[in-house]
């Protein structure tokens, strides 16, 4: 399996948080540019929600990677240098 970071695109309708509320779609062109630079062999990818609506935006990395709670476009350097440091995603 291909190292996945699987982003969450769900929109809630009204004023309820979602992850699209909170940019999501920023973030994920964020992460896509920060692994293309990196030359990782990584991918980004949508997924349903979550579940965690109101932490958004949420991503898991896949395999055996941690779920992340609250990432917006500007943490993508942080987000991928974390999951490097981790060893993610050989660790799992």
């Known amino acids: 399996m291909k190292p996945t970071l699987y982003l969450c695109m769900n929109r809630r309708l009204g004023t309820q948080g979602s992850c699209a ?3 999501n ?6 992460l896509e540019r920060e692994i293309a630079s990196r030359g990782l062999d990584w991918r980004v990818m949508a997924n349903p929600c ?16 941690p779920f992340l709670e609250h ?14 440091k981790a060893g993610w995603p050989n660790s799992g």
């Open 25 to 30: 779609d920023r973030l994920f062109a964020a």
């Open 71 to 84: 990432c917006v476009a500007g943490d993508a350097v942080q987000v991928i240098e974390r999951l490097e």
């Open 21 to 23: 509320a909170g940019g």
């Open 50 to 65: 979550m579940g965690h609506c109101a932490k958004g935006p949420n991503l898991k990395a896949a395999p055996a990677g």
